[in-house]
Nanobody, 121 residues
Framework: VQLVESGGGSVQAGGSLRLLCVAS????????MGWFRQAPGKEHEAVAI???????WYADSVKGRFTISRDNAKNTLYLEMNMLKPEDTAMYYC????????????????WGQGTQVTVSS
């Protein structure tokens, strides 16, 4: 499995970005996939999770602003980010795990290389 993110960049507070994660090697819907972020000096933080079974999960800090979605035909995971805040500044990572949950870094089997999001005030 290979995960390749894109779509990061620099925006002003209140702006929007859409992150993409193209997944190769994922051939069925048994994978939990999600987005994590890591700010300098901090640990990985789960942002939005799309489980293979069950409801989508969002961190409280992004509820109502971020939306995770998946296009199985394109093997692509998206993260639509609106009303961005300076505290959203971080490296954003796409992550996946077959079966099971994937809301904690210790549960992840596959990571992308990350895409930087910088939000200025």
């Amino acid at each position: 499995v290979q995960l390749v993110e894109s779509g990061g960049g620099s925006v002003q507070a209140g702006g929007s970005l859409r992150l993409l994660c193209v997944a190769s090697g994922i051939t069925d819907s048994t994978y939990c996939m999600g987005w994590f972020r890591q700010a300098p000096g901090k640990e990985h933080e789960a942002v939005a999770i799309r489980p293979w079974s069950g409801s989508t999960w969002y961190a409280d800090s992004v509820k109502g602003r971020f939306t995770i979605s998946r296009d199985n035909a394109k093997n692509t995971l998206y993260l639509e980010m609106n009303m961005l805040k300076p505290e959203d500044t971080a490296m954003y990572y796409c992550a996946a795990r077959r079966w099971g949950g994937c809301s904690r870094p210790s549960e992840i089997n596959y990571w992308g290389q990350g895409t930087q999001v910088t939000v200025s005030s």
